[in-house]
């Protein structure tokens, strides 16, 4: 171990022994180290040590490479007479679990996960009490080796598609995981250029804990506030907790409301584009107000949507005391100034804004941005091939689709295979029902 300055190494003597304690104190908790120090010189046999130290899970070690691996993990190292165990006294810097800001919801629990894996598996554990519920430790990297845990609860889970993920993780080939679950990700499912979002996330514990009473797993990295939801689908992706937080007609409606929103952000501008071209003006608002060249119209689209597209990632990185001055830029590069200058016609801001509300509103924040680039395509697709084109377009986006499988699950179920009794629980939030035990 490289002398850093947070590496901290103690020498105990008690009787005739000598006890090495080894650790890194940034990640160590200082009570539990002081307990074990004068712990330690209260033995006076070293074969009695293992049985006198309640710290934790105190193991010996035969295998001398995974020292190194231990004490970076923020456990303690003890060696007396060339005997080495391994004291559990982890306590690593965290925050508090806090509600998640992307996904908040009016009922409910208001924690969420963190960057600890022994905090995220408690909070699972918590909600489920379940004897089979199980978490496998896998440690992945070569350069900077990083715990990821595979959740499960064994009695209800698919045993093909577990033995599956476990062979799939265990055969992760990489020198780190440091950009954690997102990297873990595309290892795993090999994505490759597919926009959309072929596994779930969240930080809230209690959408995680239903996901896996329905017999799927869940993926904690360590690191990493955000756990990975699989198998899943389209349907699941569109879920949102404030359904189920309401009362089931309340709960339906904000569900339809949402699946509109999330239409409208992918089709209304391709719709608003097909009727100017077409000449059938009255069917939208503001249709053809402005005689423009359809050409000059496409291109003013395309500059707004890219301005908003700038707006949003220049939002993610604004800090909150210039949040003032980035809503008066963003006023003036697409408010009532804009279109006095002759820079957009009114038609092209309103439906963009409508169409990117819609986005927001969408529950899951990849598949928001599949969307705005998939309409992005679509209106390409238009000015080049115009009705073909959207049609086309269409076509090869679904068959697409519908050939989408995640571990043996359709990504469109239940339209792909068709289910129509879960199509309409698709649209309609389901009242709980008491079930026989």
């Given at each position: 171990?490289?002398?850093?300055y947070?590496y901290?190494?103690?020498?105990?003597?008690?009787g005739?022994?000598v006890?090495t304690i080894?650790f890194?104190?940034?990640?160590?908790?200082?009570?539990?180290i002081t307990m074990l120090?004068?712990g330690?010189?209260?033995?006076?046999?070293?074969?009695?040590?293992?049985g006198?130290l309640f710290?934790?899970n105190v193991?010996?070690?035969t295998?001398?490479?995974t020292l190194?691996?231990s004490?970076?993990?923020g456990?303690?190292?003890?060696e007396?007479?060339?005997?080495y165990?391994?004291?559990?006294?982890?306590k690593?810097p965290s925050?508090?679990?806090?509600?998640p800001?992307?996904?908040?919801s009016?009922?409910g629990?208001?924690?969420?996960?963190?960057e600890?894996?022994?905090t995220n598996?408690?909070?699972?554990r918590r909600?489920?009490?379940n004897?089979?519920l199980?978490?496998e430790?896998?440690?992945?990297?070569?350069?900077?080796?990083?715990?990821?845990?595979?959740c499960?609860?064994?009695?209800?889970?698919d045993?093909?598609?577990?033995a599956?993920?476990l062979?799939?993780?265990?055969?992760?080939?990489?020198?780190?995981?440091?950009?954690?679950?997102?990297a873990?990700?595309?290892?795993?499912?090999?994505?490759v250029?597919?926009?959309?979002p072929?596994?779930r996330y969240?930080?809230?514990?209690?959408?995680?804990?239903?996901h896996?009473?329905?017999?799927?797993?869940?993926?904690?990295?360590?690191?990493?506030a955000?756990?990975?939801?699989?198998?899943?689908s389209?349907?699941?992706?569109?879920e949102?907790?404030?359904?189920?937080?309401?009362?089931?007609?309340?709960?339906?409606?904000i569900r339809l409301?949402?699946?509109?929103?999330?239409f409208?952000?992918?089709?209304?501008?391709?719709f608003w584009?097909?009727t100017?071209?077409?000449?059938?003006?009255?069917?939208?608002?503001?249709?053809?107000?402005?005689?423009?060249?359809?050409?000059?119209l496409?291109?003013?689209l395309?500059?707004?949507e890219?301005?908003?597209e700038?707006l949003?990632?220049?939002t993610?990185?604004?800090p909150?005391?210039l949040?003032?001055?980035?809503?008066?830029?963003?006023?003036?590069l697409?408010?009532?100034?804009?279109?006095?200058?002759?820079l957009?016609?009114?038609?092209?801001?309103?439906?963009?804004?409508?169409?990117?509300?819609?986005?927001?509103?969408?529950?899951?924040?990849?598949?928001?941005l599949?969307?705005?680039y998939i309409?992005?395509?679509?209106?390409l697709?238009i000015w080049?091939?115009?009705?073909v084109?959207?049609?086309?377009?269409?076509?090869?986006?679904?068959l697409?689709?519908?050939?989408?499988h995640?571990?043996?699950?359709?990504?469109?179920?239940?339209?792909?295979?068709?289910d129509?009794?879960?199509?309409?629980?698709?649209?309609?939030?389901?009242?709980?029902?008491?079930?026989?035990?």
């Amino acid at each position: 171990m490289n002398q850093s300055y947070d590496y901290s190494k103690r020498i105990i003597q008690s009787g005739k022994h000598v006890y090495t304690i080894e650790f890194i104190t940034s990640l160590v908790s200082d009570d539990q180290i002081t307990m074990l120090c004068a712990g330690i010189e209260l033995i006076k046999d070293p074969k009695e040590l293992d049985g006198n130290l309640f710290n934790g899970n105190v193991k010996k070690v035969t295998d001398l490479s995974t020292l190194d691996l231990s004490l970076l993990s923020g456990n303690a190292i003890i060696e007396v007479e060339k005997q080495y165990y391994v004291l559990e006294v982890r306590k690593y810097p965290s925050r508090s679990i806090n509600e998640p800001e992307t996904e908040k919801s009016v009922r409910g629990a208001k924690d969420g996960f963190v960057e600890q894996l022994l905090t995220n598996t408690g909070l699972i554990r918590r909600r489920i009490r379940n004897p089979s519920l199980t978490f496998e430790i896998i440690t992945i990297g070569s350069l900077a080796p990083i715990d990821v845990c595979l959740c499960y609860i064994d009695e209800i889970c698919d045993p093909t598609i577990k033995a599956d993920i476990l062979e799939r993780l265990k055969n992760v080939s990489t020198k780190d995981l440091v950009m954690s679950d997102r990297a873990l990700e595309e290892l795993l499912i090999h994505q490759v250029y597919n926009p959309y979002p072929l596994v779930r996330y969240s930080e809230r514990p209690d959408i995680v804990s239903t996901h896996l009473t329905k017999g799927n797993f869940a993926i904690i990295t360590d690191t990493s506030a955000s756990v990975m939801m699989l198998p899943t689908s389209l349907s699941e992706i569109l879920e949102h907790v404030e359904e189920h937080r309401q009362v089931p007609i309340i709960g339906t409606m904000i569900r339809l409301v949402r699946l509109l929103a999330v239409f409208l952000s992918v089709y209304l501008v391709p719709f608003w584009l097909l009727t100017l071209m077409n000449g059938n003006k009255g069917i939208f608002l503001f249709a053809g107000v402005h005689d423009l060249e359809f050409n000059h119209l496409l291109m003013q689209l395309f500059v707004v949507e890219i301005a908003i597209e700038l707006l949003r990632i220049a939002t993610i990185h604004t800090p909150t005391g210039l949040s003032s001055a980035m809503g008066i830029i963003a006023a003036v590069l697409l408010g009532e100034m804009a279109i006095d200058m002759g820079l957009f016609i009114p038609e092209i801001l309103l439906y963009s804004a409508i169409s990117n509300v819609g986005g927001f509103a969408t529950p899951n924040y990849e598949l928001s941005l599949a969307n705005k680039y998939i309409k992005l395509g679509m209106i390409l697709a238009i000015w080049i091939f115009h009705n073909v084109g959207f049609v086309l377009y269409n076509f090869v986006l679904i068959l697409y689709l519908m050939h989408l499988h995640i571990f043996g699950y359709d990504y469109l179920y239940p339209f792909v295979p068709f289910d129509p009794k879960k199509v309409l629980y698709f649209f309609i939030r389901k009242p709980k029902s008491s079930k026989a035990k």
